[in-house]
T-cell receptor, first 111, second 112 residues
Framework: EDKVVQSPLSLVVHEGDTVTLNCSYE??????LLWYKQEKKAPTFLFML????IEKKSGRLSSILDKKELSSILNITATQTGDSAIYLC???????????FGQGTELSVKP | DAGVIQSPRHEVTEMGQEVTLRCKPI?????LFWYRQTMMRGLELLIY????????DSGMPEDRFSAKMPNASFSTLKIQPSEPRDSAVYFC??????????FGQGTRLTVV
């Protein structure tokens, strides 16, 4: 069965820390890997990664896909309390456009 | 565009009642997804449509669940009869051409 597994499931850090969230997958034929941030309501899109080894960056957040290792990481530097959220990893299949999610990493940033 | 619109935002119903959740995708999007989110199971894909046609409904938990997309601007997810274990947040999302999906604000369903 295809799987998307995120680790850790939860993480507590202090403001200013750097965090690395992991996403590994067992999906044979996918088009892209996506990262979402979910605060109190709906997930909001962060990144889409299609090619291996190319870093995407947005402010303090960055992400990279490693197709050899079947994984992706999301880095957040100089964390702020506003980064507290659930971070979700998802895959879009090549055939049919199916979109499946991992269980998420709950990040809590303490002041 | 107003984004993906879901209704109602909250629904409380008694066990055994029929529940209908509604979704209006972003105009021009050709994919529509229904997800259920719980603490235990995370975000589960229930069913998705491409150009109004159901492509994969393998995530629909039981025959009590059904979904329709009569046109490009409207979809429903129906639970009949509802049970307490159906309590969750139900999200609808839409996308264009297998790019990133945009989510509605969700419907929080409580079945008592």
């Amino acid at each position: 069965e295809d799987k998307v597994v995120q680790s850790p499931l939860s993480l507590v850090v202090h403001e200013g820390d750097t965090v690395t969230l992991n996403c590994s997958y067992e999906v044979t034929n996918f088009r892209s890997l996506l990262w979402y941030k979910q605060e109190k309501k709906a997930p909001t899109f962060l990144f889409m990664l299609t090619s291996s080894g190319i870093e995407k960056k947005s402010g303090r957040l960055s992400s990279i896909l490693d197709k050899k290792e079947l994984s992706s990481i999301l880095n957040i530097t100089a964390t702020q309390t506003g980064d507290s959220a659930i971070y979700l990893c998802a895959l879009i299949y090549n055939q049919g456009g199916k979109l499946i999610f991992g269980q998420g990493t709950e990040l809590s940033v303490k002041p | 565009d107003a984004g993906v619109i879901q209704s109602p935002r909250h629904e409380v119903t008694e066990m055994g009642q029929e529940v209908t959740l509604r979704c209006k995708p972003i105009s021009g999007h050709d994919y529509l997804f229904w997800y259920r989110q719980t603490m235990m199971r995370g975000l589960e894909l229930l069913i998705y449509f491409n150009n109004n046609v159901p492509i994969d409904d393998s995530g629909m938990p039981e025959d009590r669940f059904s979904a329709k997309m009569p046109n490009a601007s409207f979809s429903t997810l129906k639970i009949q009869p509802s049970e307490p274990r159906d309590s969750a947040v139900y999200f609808c999302a839409s996308s264009w051409g297998s790019f990133e999906a945009f989510f509605g604000q969700g419907t929080r369903l409580t079945v008592v």
